[in-house]
């Protein structure tokens, strides 16, 4: 898990998006998280954005807002 992380965080920043965004890390977990399952972006409001917003200990409109700040960046 760390070095594919590793390597979202690398591709993230050629893109771009640095690691001061708030939703860097957020943005990085997202991607994972459909890497592993691409259905998951079926339907985001209900299967990707609570997920990251249990890991990083926020709410889904939280996610949502700093992966849409960080995707108008790329």
Do not use: C
């Amino acid at each position: 898990m760390n070095d594919i992380l590793a390597e979202i965080y690398d591709l993230l920043h050629r893109l771009g998006v640095t690691v001061n965004y708030t939703g860097f890390f957020q943005t990085a977990y997202a991607v994972y998280l459909i890497m592993e399952n691409p259905k998951r972006l079926l339907l985001v409001t209900k299967w990707l954005y609570p997920e990251v917003a249990k890991q990083y200990k926020t709410n889904w409109k939280a996610v949502e807002r700093n992966i849409r700040t960080a995707g108008s960046i790329i």
